[in-house]
């Protein structure tokens, strides 16, 4: 990449255009769209009360005819600084509590990611045009430098591609240098480290061992050579586990059950039956087509799931008729009422989904009432007959509950990656990480056992 560059921080999106902002994201997430991100800004859903502070990266080409001013976007990063660690859904608490203990502050850490939204998506936006893993490095490394110059404590990518997490969590040569001198290792000749091979380098990575206090100096004076000497240091990789569905090309939701087992069939046919049965009516509608009053209804609802669990909700009702208003068309909400009841005109539960790409994502749930089985029906059998009759690839319904395998949501691992500004800390995390991540994926590839597919059906 030859030409001049030049990176931005910016608190808001809204100096940014939506059309030089969407071009960055080939695949149409929904939650990297500006019309979303800008929506959260401008709702009241971000700043002191929740702790999402924006400080958007933004890399851009040096206008050539005028090197003072900016060129066109061909990178971004949507970051925000944290001052706790709400609404991630990559739980660092026991690493903030670590630093606590220790005198020092976890908080604020930068954080590339979607406020309130354990979706995967792209993290690092790279113009579709641009040397997709150049521009990638590029934009990490600004990322790491403006949080070393903030003094933050970490920065963590949650929720990343896969291919982003490849790049992110590879080992530069010099760190790995580094870390044979750690260890107390002999370099490697030009031959022995063309003989390497890839598990060879990954299984060096995770090596560690007890350090006293003249180690641990010493560890501290390489980590400040690697760090003014290669600024594109690996992160720490990290995996959780999720629950997505897959659409193979079904007609109808028949067709789905048609795949699974006897018994499965018959339990989900029987959870549909309870809403039925219960005189429910349901019905899928666009955001765009949602009155005030409905939306009030919907927020009501949304509010009402953390009045009974989790405390405060985050998002306002503003932000909801926001999406209506800019972003309906992306916006599905599923309403369910009960003609009997007194105020027949008000739902008695929702489900809020967005859609984008090839991709239906399940976000929000809220009732004022229980019926039996009607969280299954408005989160994810209407989601996946929404998905049928669009002919939409996937099906991902949030974070958490292994109730959703046995229905047909195949357990999918998800990735982030993390960079500890403190060395020693940095060593603890890996630690722990090294012990973590086998154990994710060894319970997420058992937990397919739990799936109602048929033995013969393949699961993508």
Same mark, same amino acid.
């Given at each position: 990449?030859?030409e ?11 100096e ?15 939650? =990297? ?7 959260? +800004? ?5 700043g ?9 990266? %933004?890399? !851009? ?6 090197g ?22 990559v ?15 976890y908080?604020?850490? =930068? ?5 309130? @939204?354990?979706?995967?998506?792209? $993290?690092?936006l790279? !113009?579709?045009d ?10 990490? @490394? ?9 003094d ?15 790049? =992110? ?29 890839? +598990? ?35 992160h720490?990789? !990290? %995996? ?10 079904y ?12 018994? *499965? ?6 959870? $549909?039956?309870?809403?039925?049965? &219960? ?28 009045? $009974? ?6 998002? @306002?009702? !503003? ?16 309403l369910?009422r ?10 008695? &539960? ?10 239906l994502?399940?976000r ?9 089985s ?41 990735r982030? &990656? ?7 800390? *940095? ?8 012990e ?9 590839a ?15």
């Open positions: 990449m030859t001049k560059l030049q990176i931005e921080i910016r608190d808001s999106l809204a940014v255009p939506a059309e030089e902002w969407n071009a960055l994201d080939p695949d149409d997430n929904p939650f =990297l769209r500006h019309e979303f991100l800008h929506g959260l +800004e401008v709702s009241g859903c971000l002191r009360s929740t702790g999402w502070h924006p400080r958007h990266v %933004l890399l !851009r080409l040096v206008d050539p005819s005028d003072s001013r900016p060129g066109p976007l061909i990178g971004a990063v949507p970051a925000y600084v944290k001052t706790n660690s709400y609404g991630e859904f739980f660092d608490w026991a690493w903030a509590d670590a630093y606590q203990r220790h005198g020092m502050a908080y604020p850490k =930068l954080v590339a990611a979607i406020p309130f @939204t354990p979706a995967t998506g792209r $993290r690092l790279v !113009r579709p641009q040397p997709y893993g150049e521009t990638v490095r590029l934009l990490a @490394t600004a990322v790491r430098r403006f949080a070393a110059s903030e933050y404590s970490s920065v963590h990518f949650l929720f990343v591609t896969e291919a982003e997490s490849a790049l =992110l969590c590879a080992r530069p040569p010099r760190a790995a240098e580094a870390e044979d001198r750690r260890e107390g290792r002999p370099e490697d000749t030009a031959e022995d480290t063309a003989e390497d091979t890839a +598990e060879d380098r990954a299984e060096d990575t995770a090596t560690d061992g007890s350090r006293n206090g003249a180690e641990a100096d010493a560890e501290n004076r390489v980590d400040d050579e690697v760090g003014e000497l290669d600024d594109a240091a690996d720490l990789r !990290r %995996l959780d586990c999720q629950y997505h569905w897959a659409n193979p090309g007609a109808t939701f028949d067709d789905f059950l048609g795949d699974c087992t006897s018994k *499965r069939r018959k339990t989900i046919r029987r959870e $549909r039956r309870h809403v039925t049965e &219960a005189g429910l009516v349901l019905e899928r509608r666009q955001g765009g087509t949602l009155s005030e009053a409905e939306w009030r209804y919907v927020h009501e609802l949304y509010s009402s799931t953390y009045d $009974r669990k989790w405390g405060n909700p985050s998002l @306002t009702e !503003r932000f909801f008729r926001r999406m209506g208003e800019t972003f309906g068309e992306h916006t599905l909400v599923v369910a009960d003609p009997s009841d007194a105020t027949p005109e008000r739902p008695v &539960a929702c489900s809020i989904m967005f859609t984008g790409g090839d991709t994502f399940g929000y749930w809220g009732c004022r009432r229980e019926y039996n009607l969280h299954f029906e408005a989160c994810y059998y209407q989601g996946i007959e929404h998905c049928i009759e669009h002919g939409i690839s996937r099906f991902e319904p949030g974070a958490q509950g292994e109730h959703k395998i046995t229905r047909g949501f195949v357990p999918t691992l998800t982030s &990656a993390h960079w500890i500004a403190h060395p020693r800390f *940095r060593d603890a995390v890996a630690r722990y990480l090294k973590e991540v086998p154990h994710v994926e060894q319970r997420c058992g937990l397919a056992d739990l799936l109602p597919f048929k033995s013969d059906i393949h699961v993508r």
